[in-house]
């Protein structure tokens, strides 16, 4: 079975800085998604970024860029000039490619993210 | 619709109380999911449809649970003889195709039971 583990449960930062969210993972798949979801007080989540296994280049969106490190099995998120809407929870996500089947998210059990002004 | 929605967004059940909970998922999403996510914790994986049949239901934690999608679009997820610790907010997220697609998720139904 997969595990995720976020092992900072709470993390702040400055506005327009830089702060990194780590996110380990254990699995003996060679083939999966890694994800990183917000969830704002909406409780809706949000696909922040995503990374294919088979992709040896990280994967960035605008100001989220990931790490990837697939031998170390870590995958963290930097968020760079924070804004004071990033305040969330943040999680990491695991999910195994397979053929046709339900490919179920493994979710850690995040990091709570607050930017102050 | 523009985004998956679920209903009712609250809802308290005295313990031993069924309840149903609601997913519209967006029009055409072939893959449906339910998850729960109690207080500080990560979502879990309960059960998949892929249209109207429900392919993996692993997650589901008891017989008391039960998820139908009939038609293959509006699903819900009913929970017999609800006990304190099914409180938990129960996600749906519905994606295009089978596998790959993004998830898009719903804002979940917040369940306290007393």
């Known amino acids: 079975a997969q595990t995720v583990t976020q092992s900072q449960p709470e993390m702040s930062v400055q506005e327009a800085e830089t702060v990194t969210l780590s996110c380990t993972y254990d699995t003996s798949e060679n083939n999966y998604y890694l994800f990183w979801y917000k969830q704002p007080p909406s409780r809706q989540m949000i696909l922040v970024i995503r990374q294919e296994a088979y992709k040896q280049q990280n994967a960035t969106e605008n100001r989220f860029s990931v790490n990837f490190q697939k031998a170390a099995k870590s995958f963290s998120l930097k968020i760079s000039d924070s804004q004071l809407g990033d305040t969330a929870m943040y999680f990491c996500?695991?999910?195994?490619?397979?053929?046709?089947?339900?490919?179920?998210?493994?979710f850690g059990k995040g990091t709570k993210l607050t930017v102050n002004p | 619709g523009a985004g998956v929605s679920q209903s009712p967004r609250y809802k308290v059940a005295k313990r031993g109380q069924d309840v149903a909970l609601r997913c519209d998922p967006i029009?055409?999403?072939?893959?449906l999911f339910w998850y729960q996510q109690a207080l500080g914790q990560g979502p879990e994986f309960l059960t998949y449809f892929q249209n109207e049949a429900q392919l993996d239901k692993s997650g589901l934690p008891s017989d008391r649970f039960f998820a139908e999608r009939p038609e293959g679009s509006v699903s819900t997820l009913k929970i017999q003889r609800t006990q304190q610790e099914d409180s938990a907010v129960y996600l749906c997220?519905?994606?295009?195709?089978?596998?790959?697609?993004?998830?898009?998720f719903g804002n979940g139904t917040r369940l306290t039971v007393t």
């Open positions: 029009s055409g999403h072939v893959s």
């Open positions: 997220a519905s994606s295009l195709l089978v596998g790959r697609s993004p998830l898009h």
């Open positions: 996500a695991f999910m195994k490619l397979s053929q046709g089947g339900s490919e179920k998210l493994v």
